[in-house]
């Protein structure tokens, strides 16, 4: 069991998630900071400040990522680092942090991946309207354009948006992530909206300031439904891609536009009532040529046929394996994932994101023994080398995360790292898994 040579073995993590320092080198605010401090949507009450530390220890954490061996690190830049009120006034000190971080990154032969929106928004744009104001498409544009200017010169990767369903659904028609608000389904639309025209405009500001040719991907969760046989594939590719209404937590409504130039047309009936204006160019405007789908996948949904024909969700058999996130195992959304993706939208893929929280100790001899987490990467990664032997093209491997880090609304009680993180002393010892993934990743897979 081999992959193809030129596969890359990543981790992945987010600004909000590992930096700290919130208050330091002249950082703004972010929604996240404020929904901390004021909202009660963090189960143990705590913040982003100062989880990893991550601002101060980076270099430590390059270390460890040469100790295990990964390839590449997918990393989201702190907008509010860069542009304490969300536009015009640059803070140098931001981005020369990232710079510098790139830079020693490349000099160990780490290839960095760069997330330009992992959902902390500045709280100084969301003052102004955040997502529901016109004009947020060109503030993440011109954000978009001083990072690229900065950093392309060494960064040949970039993922515009992370997840854009939960910034905008969680965020804004649920309300337990940030900003928190609850609005009606018009609003969580034409957010929605805003955020796909910011997707566009990214990528042309990006192409505008790149210093070499960009590879540019978006990374959004992606929901799969699994089919119980063969015969159900029909059915489940139909239930994966369809749009329900009353939430925007679906795959098309985001990716027809980005990658085929076009709202799906269930979405548009299942939304008639509440749809935003939609403008001549917009279409254009978001279906920009790029170069890759990033799939977020952790877990997914079983359908079968009905006697009747129709899609009948299976339960997940009683005392199923489970994660510490209360998430279903289901390797095989690895291998249909990136199978029905490919097929829809014809892009490479990377599995930007998979990975599982899982009740880890330090143990009495001082190491971190994790037996499950071994055993989820090695069962999801062995789907997704089928949908490779399948002819679909998926390129690299992701794991979510390098680091134990603050979970958002789960603070800091979910722990998904390779590495485990002591919060008070901030000692950060390789986990079984991560010691793991070092043989997995210098074997390219065999040991699987
Ligand atoms: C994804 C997020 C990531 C992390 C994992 C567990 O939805 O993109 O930041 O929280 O889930």
Redesign the pocket.
């Known amino acids: 069991m081999k992959f193809p040579d030129h596969f890359i073995w990543g981790t992945s993590t987010?600004s909000y998630?590992i930096e700290g320092a919130v208050n330091e080198d002249g950082r703004g605010s972010s929604v996240w900071d404020e929904a901390c401090r004021y909202q009660s949507i963090v189960q143990d009450g705590r913040s982003g400040d100062p989880a990893c530390d991550h601002y101060h220890r980076w270099a430590e954490d390059i270390g460890i990522m040469k100790e295990i061996g990964v390839q590449a690190y997918r990393m989201s830049i702190s907008w509010p680092r860069i542009l304490p009120d969300g536009t015009s006034k640059i803070n140098q000190k931001g981005l020369d942090f990232y710079l510098r971080l790139v830079e020693e990154l490349v000099k160990n032969g780490v290839t960095p991946y760069i997330t330009l929106f992992?959902w902390d928004f500045p709280y100084a744009l969301y003052r102004k309207g955040g997502m529901l104001n016109d004009e947020s498409p060109d503030w993440f544009a011109e954000y978009a354009g001083i990072v690229t200017e900065k950093l392309s010169t060494l960064v040949s990767h970039w993922i515009t948006l992370?997840?854009p369903q939960?910034y905008i659904d969680l965020g804004h028609r649920i309300g337990f992530h940030a900003p928190g608000l609850t609005l009606p389904m018009n609003e969580v639309l034409r957010a929605a909206h805003n955020m796909l025209l910011a997707h566009g405009k990214m990528v042309m500001a990006m192409r505008a300031a790149a210093k070499q040719p960009l590879k540019i991907g978006i990374a959004p969760?992606c929901m799969v439904v699994c089919p119980e046989n063969e015969k159900d594939t029909a059915l489940a590719r139909n239930e994966t891609f369809r749009v329900k209404a009353g939430t925007t937590f679906n795959n098309t409504w985001w990716l027809d536009p980005v990658f085929l130039g076009s709202y799906p047309e269930d979405g548009l009936r299942a939304y008639e009532k509440d749809l935003p204006p939609i403008g001549a160019d917009d279409m254009k405007i978001i279906h920009q040529p790029i170069d890759f789908l990033g799939q977020?996948i952790?877990h997914g949904t079983v359908v079968r046929k009905s006697a009747d024909g129709r899609a009948e969700y299976v339960a997940p058999k009683a005392g199923g394996e489970m994660t510490d996130m209360g998430w279903n195992v289901v390797p095989q959304s690895l291998y249909w994932g990136p199978k029905f993706f490919y097929e829809r939208y014809r892009k490479p893929i990377i599995i930007s994101?998979n990975?599982m929280a899982n009740l880890d100790w330090v143990s009495a001899d001082g190491k971190v023994h994790d037996p499950q987490r071994i055993e989820f990467m090695r069962r999801y990664i062995r789907e997704n080398l089928r949908a490779i032997q399948d002819g679909v093209d998926v390129r690299g491997y992701f794991y979510?995360s390098l680091l134990d880090n603050f979970?958002?609304e789960r603070g800091y009680t979910k722990r998904?790292g390779l590495v485990y993180v002591d919060y008070e002393t901030q000692q950060r010892p390789i986990k079984d898994s991560g010691r793991w993934y070092h043989d997995l990743i210098v074997s390219n897979g065999e040991i699987l």
């Open positions: 987010s998630q992992h992370n997840e939960c969760a977020n952790y994101e990975g979510w979970e958002w998904f």
